[in-house]
């Protein structure tokens, strides 16, 4: 069982400082074929290279399983308000940029190629190639993260902000997304607004969209086409905030805290990768790494594959909503 | 077993004196920055035990208040900060780095045959962090100490106004701090073996470390998102947990104790670890039923994430997730008898050493089994509904917590004293330290057992005067504690300035640490020890040598 | 028990894994300006040297990805990666453009996370190498997974079971978040 056991190797305090193979036992001899003196990037501790990347290779995928672990509270909250409140989720995905996150997927995508390109170029010690896809992986990080900027100025501008900042400067059925599904349905609900706001009529609007009520006077017995879409994103109903005319869903706010908690959590993930990847990349230009020694970066691309990972998953669930 | 059971390049029984990992170095700086694994368990069990000195001044504080029926000493506001700083800093600060982080450290790669941990670097990253969480936690008590409970439930903590977040995101960072303990000690025992440590060649603390370490990479990341989730639900009410909100605190119960129930199995399987160390090397016979003891702390992690639904039951839990939890909270019952059974019956017809370590292997032989058996009572969803949240539930997890993981902890302590400092303690003391402390765990919570089940509920400040002369003997209970943990500080220091020299091998371990100079040198082994026995055999070929007070390998070897 | 992780079985490595597009280059094109310290020989390091260069030679012939057991780890032809990149982008566009589709009550969610866990799948699999390496990665990885799904069923489960509790609590108070 002895076999690829290194010589003693002469105790350095210094870690990676390089330290020559010292041959001390001859009991050792007959298995030192390979020679495998301490290399500068080889620490003290471990006998060799083969042994210290699938150490670091093995820490790695217990630190990813802990990031699972860590994005799982968020799933869990976001399922669970998902799968109690749909009306919530109905009646934000009308305010969802599709198209940016869309953007924002295929850059991700593309990264997490060239993160994977460069963990190639590392083993076969290709430099240039290696600084290449790591600039590419970054420049891609980057825009990621300028997408979300603009996102998120976009919210905060139209009001959609978690907890009781959240104050839509728009009510959902002036919206163009939902004006173009469901048109008879944002224009009665205008109409009833109007109706309560301007003629202070609020208890024939009650009758109105009260099902359970008969129909006074001025409006007929709205339509499905026109009812079903505002119960649904719970402008109308039991699930509005206020039951006496359109509004907003009861604890709309909370979708939005979500979103942002996920994304935001997600966004700090690209932060710290795009410090990994620029440490990474300098490393790399000083051509420091090799096939004997390629582990941080194989480390950093399996790392930046998790979070393409969570994103694979976030951008149905938050951007995608039916 | 003829072999002996290790063959290492045997350094004379020899001990300090020359280079050992406390000397090679020096300064503080090279203490603070130090990669050295050793090091690092050293720095984190001074932490640790002072920590471990301000939680039970704490504790003492609030059995002070519990003397009378009203007030005694403090308001009942600063009495709720009291109880829930006794309760954040035994969980978080002592209970669950003292094995694994500190002892372990230093312990563990010894046993293993290894130079070092894996990642010497996230070793110390570790450290410093949990001195920033410990930082953080006690800021808080600087500015207007946390009240909640060391459970931190919403909506209460969302809305006190005592300072929740830096406690909490103390808890946050000791998280990080466990995380990066418990993947470290997997890669090590994974990747660092020397030739012939099969892992049923591995100590049974090995074992019990790495069952630890996969439920703190499995759990801990949870606690980590739950409090950031607090937290924030604090700072800007983001409706998750607040029900005012929208939010669910039933749900943050489920996240909390989704890494809480586990993370009682990180405080207790190392314990377990430990005990079994120290029973077959004080009883001079192999343990009995290695590989069941092993493989037991691996199912107790595991169904240890099956049950965390056991503190809900009176919470608002629909009765079918109640039924589902409690069933499967029996089944831990298993794996944990297991252990007890095979533990005694190592003893059985063995050559029992009753020193220091020993005594507080029985002490916890006894107190965890009416700490577990207790926590089979509140497994039952009917009896539970009258014990819940009351002093029956303290005194349960009291004696497994600190009749099981400290005790475990100071046995532990005393075990590898000589190993860590070179030292020997005055034997004679630490068996009355260690009979000190028995009796006073013993008479401050078995009271407690009677209160809770007469309905006396946990956390309050008044009671009826009924109650009030089971306190007083409780509150008695735990000055004794108090003086027997003194007394122990008091000639473990005494040790460290005028001990004897300890031997390589003084209590005649088999397991690989005991081939290391007391204290071991710097790089632990000068070439990888290649292991042929399991690490219990092979007493009958050790023999206590008078002049060195220890034990050495005999010179003919029996067959 | 030692499947995959008895460190003194692990095998030095004699050689790179060839490629299909590429001869690997231990002295690669710009290697001249930035010597390499990862492999740069110390004074008892020849023999190795030597054995590098051989490999070198060797490896066009072997030339395919089977050979996962060459060098520290399995390197993956560019060809593959690019068509797993292909892949996902198509996979997004479908995602996309299915979302106009109306499939029913939870259809459209349920089609989204099939996608998604396609598309997360051969992330796994190919960029994050789990195809080739050993095992116990895909099994620590698998059981975060198990852990997930237990922790949210359970969750979920229980949550169901009292949504009724929270209904009628709401029901019976005014909303209460405000203006
Ligand atoms: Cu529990």
């Given at each position: 069982m002895s076999e690829s056991i290194s010589p003693a190797i002469e105790p350095k305090p210094g870690h990676r400082v390089p330290a020559p193979a010292v041959h001390e036992d001859a009991d050792h001899g007959g298995h030192d074929e390979h020679g495998h003196g301490a290399g500068p990037h080889l620490a003290h501790h471990f006998d060799t290279y083969q042994q210290q990347f699938d150490a670091g290779k093995l820490g790695i995928w217990l630190f990813l399983l802990t990031e699972v672990l860590f994005f799982s509270g968020l799933f869990c909250a976001y399922t669970v308000y998902r799968g109690m409140h749909p009306e919530v989720f109905v009646y934000a995905h009308y305010f969802l940029n599709t198209t940016m996150g869309a953007i924002n997927t295929c850059v991700l995508l593309v990264s997490s190629l060239t993160a994977a390109w460069a963990v190639r170029n590392a083993q076969l010690a290709q430099r240039k190639l290696l600084v290449l896809n790591i600039a590419i992986t970054i420049a891609c990080a980057c825009t990621f993260m300028v997408v979300k900027f603009f996102e998120y100025q976009h919210k905060f501008h139209d009001g959609l902000l978690p907890g009781p900042a959240f104050h839509p400067t728009e009510q959902v059925w002036e919206l163009d997304a939902f004006k173009k599904k469901h048109p008879e349905a944002a224009e009665y609900a205008e109409k009833l607004t109007q109706l309560a706001e301007h003629k202070g009529d609020v208890s024939a609007v009650a009758g109105a969209i009260d099902l359970t009520r008969p129909v006074t006077g001025k409006?007929?017995?709205?339509?499905e086409a026109q009812l079903e879409p505002l119960l649904k994103a719970g402008v109308i109903g039991p699930a509005a905030e206020d039951t006496t005319r359109p509004s907003k869903?009861?604890?709309?706010?909370v979708f939005f805290s979500i979103y942002f908690f996920m994304t935001g959590l997600h966004g700090i993930h690209v932060l710290a990768g795009i410090g990994v990847w620029v440490w990474l990349g300098i490393r790399a230009n000083k051509g420091q790494f090799g096939p004997k020694y390629f582990g941080p970066i194989d480390y950093s691309a399996l790392y930046w594959h998790l979070v393409d990972l969570v994103w694979i998953y976030l951008f149905p669930l938050l951007y995608l909503i039916h | 077993m003829a072999a002996p059971s290790t063959t290492v390049d045997v350094v004379a029984p020899r001990s300090s004196g020359s280079d050992n990992y406390l000397t090679h170095d020096k300064g503080v700086l090279s203490w603070i920055f130090t990669l050295d694994h050793k090091r690092i368990g050293v720095m984190y069990l001074c932490s640790v035990l002072t920590a471990f000195a301000l939680g039970g001044f704490f504790a003492l504080l609030v059995r002070t208040e519990l003397l009378?029926?009203?007030?005694?000493?403090?308001?009942h506001d600063t009495y709720n900060q009291m109880f829930t700083l006794h309760g954040a800093i035994m969980v978080f600060l002592v209970i669950i780095p003292g094995i694994p982080a500190a002892l372990g450290n230093i312990i563990m790669p010894l046993q293993l045959g290894a130079k070092d941990v894996a990642f010497p670097r996230l070793n110390l990253a570790s450290y410093h962090l949990w001195i920033v969480g410990a930082l953080f936690m006690l800021s808080s008590l600087a500015i207007n100490a946390v009240d909640t409970g060391w459970t931190f439930y919403t909506p209460y903590s969302t809305t006190t106004s005592t300072a929740v977040v830096p406690a909490a995101f103390g808890a946050f960072i000791l998280g990080f701090s466990s995380i990066f303990t418990g993947l470290n000690f997997i890669v090590t025992m994974h990747k660092l073996r020397p030739p012939g440590m099969t892992w049923f060649r591995l100590p049974l603390f090995c074992w019990a470390l790495y069952s630890t370490a996969l439920i703190q990479v499995l759990a801990t990341p949870v606690i980590g998102i739950t409090l950031l989730m607090m937290i924030v639900e604090r700072t800007?009410?983001?409706?998750?947990?607040?029900p005012m909100l929208g939010g669910d605190p039933v749900l943050f119960q489920h996240f909390f104790w989704f890494y809480s129930h586990p993370a009682v199995y990180i405080m207790i399987v190392p314990a377990f670890g430990v005990i079994g160390e120290i029973i077959p090397v004080f009883s001079r016979k192999r343990i009995f039923g290695y590989k069941f003891i092993a493989v037991s702390s691996l199912a107790i992690a595991f169904l240890g994430f099956l049950v965390w639904g056991h503190h809900m039951f009176v919470s608002g839990q629909s009765v079918l997730a109640g039924t589902i939890f409690s069933a499967i909270t029996f089944l831990i019952a298993i794996p944990t008898a297991i252990k007890v059974f095979n533990w005694i019956t190592t003893m059985y017809k063995g050559v029992i050493h009753l020193d220091t370590p020993m005594l507080y292997a029985l002490a916890f032989l006894w107190v965890f089994t009416i700490g577990g058996l207790t926590g089979i009572f509140l497994a039952v969803m009917s009896v539970d509904v009258h014990l819940h949240d009351t002093y029956f539930v303290v005194a349960h997890f009291h004696y497994v917590m600190m009749g099981g993981a400290i005790t475990a902890f100071m046995g532990g302590l005393h075990y590898w004293w000589p190993k860590f400092t070179g030292k020997m303690y005055e034997e004679k003391v630490g068996r009355v330290g260690a009979a000190l402390v028995f009796v006073g765990l013993n008479v401050t919570f078995f009271p407690q057992f009677i209160l809770g089940s007469r309905g006396m509920p946990r956390r309050y400040y008044n009671y009826l005067p009924e109650f009030q002369p089971l306190h007083v003997l409780s509150t008695l209970g735990a000055y004794t504690l108090g003086i027997g943990f003194l007394l122990t500080a008091f000639y473990l220091y005494k040790s460290l300035k005028s001990g004897k020299t300890a031997p390589m091998n003084p209590w005649g371990g088999a397991t690989l640490e005991w081939h290391c100079s007391s204290p071991p040198p710097y790089y632990n082994f000068h070439k990888p020890p290649v292991v042929t026995a399991g690490p219990y055999d092979g007493y009958e070929n050790l023999m206590y040598d008078e002049t060195i007070s220890g034990y050495v390998p005999r010179k003919e070897k029996i067959v | 028990m030692a499947n995959d992780d008895t460190p003194q079985n692990a095998e030095q490595p004699k050689s790179m894994q060839g490629s299909s597009?590429?001869?690997?280059?231990?002295?690669?094109?710009?290697d001249a300006t930035a010597p390499n310290p990862a492999f740069e020989p110390t004074e008892q390091d020849e023999p190795e040297q030597d054995e590098q260069a051989d490999a070198v030679s060797e490896d066009p012939q072997q030339g395919h990805e089977k050979h996962e057991d060459h060098g520290l780890a399995h390197t993956m032809p560019i060809w593959m990666m690019l068509a797993v990149l292909g892949a996902l982008m198509a996979l997004t566009i479908l995602t996309v453009s299915v979302t106009?589709?109306?499939?029913g009550s939870e259809g459209n969610l349920v089609v989204a996370m099939v996608i998604a866990t396609i598309k997360a799948g051969l992330v796994v699999t190919f960029f994050m190498h789990l195809f080739w390496d050993k095992k116990f990665h895909l099994i620590l990885f698998l059981t975060a997974v198990l852990f997930v799904i237990l922790f949210l069923s359970m969750s979920i489960t229980d949550r169901g079971e009292y949504q009724h509790n929270i209904d009628l609590y709401t029901n019976a108070t005014t909303p209460a978040v405000g203006k």
């Open positions: 409006f007929e017995r709205p339509t869903p009861r604890n709309a706010h | 009378t029926p009203q007030r005694t000493i403090m308001d800007l009410h983001i409706g998750i947990f607040d | 597009e590429e001869t690997p280059t231990i002295a690669p094109e710009d106009s589709f109306d499939l």
